[in-house]
């Protein structure tokens, strides 16, 4: 099996470069003129049963939530506020109204509480349930994140705490979006991207995207209370499943030093939402490892997280 970066690498030299466009495939949201001052931002997600989430081992309201979410989760990446939604559902025979409109009344709470609004869609019969939502979302000009704009030097943060999501937190996450508008509100973000595929493979993106390298300062990996736990019972090393779990949403952005020490001031966080320091960009490339940023022996990790085919 093809890996999906080399899929989606074969797919964008395949198709025809788009024109007058900001930004189009390779990034969480495709940039599209709007008005003098906004882009519009499209993003589209699908979720499908027995990869995504298991239908019988989840409430309709959280496949729901979750439909919507991620797309949230990449629009806030892009520095953007969303705006509205259209949603394509498979629905395979069998499946009640009451699990449909119980799906829809989850996506509808989440909308609402981020003024999301659907505004078409498209059923058809399928033989998993499938969601796959559309999302469309503004920013300001002056205000887009891009994942290409790390700088050297750049500090490289992260806002909540990573690992162990598929233990529910994959379908329960909030999407960041108050705290993206509020970081690129008051600071300069050069570069941005949310976490789908694990920090390890998230970071290694952002950086080629940028055309840099980096140092994580392994004691600074926020590890979240289930990777945590799930040490306790003896299963994972919780610093892998902070560094290699995917679908945590959070955000992984890279400012100067100034700003990022700024950010890091806010007694509450961001927003009340934690956020750490967890490297620096380097010039060149790959990623290197140390303990602390005094502490500059680089070492190996003992697993391999983002190499997944
Ligand atoms: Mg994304």
């Known amino acids: 099996m093809i890996s999906e970066s080399l899929l989606i690498g074969k797919i964008r030299r395949f198709l025809p470069a788009a024109q007058g466009i900001r930004k189009g495939i390779g990034d969480d949201a495709a ?9 519009l931002l499209l993003t589209v997600d699908t979720i499908v049963d027995g990869v995504d989430f298991r239908l019988t081992e989840t409430s309709p ?5 979750k439909a919507l979410a991620i797309n949230l989760s ?15 559902l498979g629905i395979p025979a069998g499946l009640s109204y009451a699990w449909i409109r119980r799906f829809y009344s989850g996506m509808r709470k989440l909308g609402k509480e981020f ?23 503004k920013v300001k000009k002056d205000k887009l994140v891009l994942r290409d704009g790390a700088k050297t030097g750049d500090s490289i943060l992260v806002t909540g705490r990573l690992g162990g999501s598929l233990a529910g937190r994959h379908l329960t996450f909030t999407p960041r979006v108050r705290e993206a508008a509020y970081l690129v509100k008051h600071f300069k973000i050069n570069a941005m991207m949310d976490l789908s595929d694990g920090l390890m493979r998230d970071l290694d993106v952002l950086m080629r995207e940028s055309k840099k390298g980096a140092r994580v300062f392994m004691d600074s990996i ?16 919780p610093l892998k499943s902070a560094l290699c779990d995917g679908e945590d949403f959070e955000l992984l952005f890279t400012a100067s030093r100034a700003d990022a020490k700024n950010i890091l001031a806010g007694r509450d966080g961001l927003l009340g939402t934690p956020v750490r320091c967890i490297g620096k960009a380097t010039a060149g490339q790959g990623i290197m490892f140390q303990k602390n940023e005094k502490d500059r022996e680089k070492f190996k990790l003992p697993w391999k997280g983002y190499e997944h085919f």
Request: some cysteine; aromatic content about 4%.
């Open 222 to 237: 926020p590890v979240s209370q289930t990777a945590l736990r799930g040490s306790g019972q003896g299963k994972t090393n």
């Open 31 to 39: 940039v599209l003129p709007l008005d003098k001052k906004h882009y």
């Open 61 to 65: 309201e959280l496949v729901g939530r």
């Open 115 to 137: 003024n999301t609004v659907v505004v078409g869609g498209d059923l058809s019969r399928s033989k998993q349930f499938f969601a796959s939502v559309t999302v469309a979302g």
């Open 74 to 88: 990449d629009i806030a990446a892009m520095g953007g506020e969303p705006c509205h939604a259209l949603v394509a």
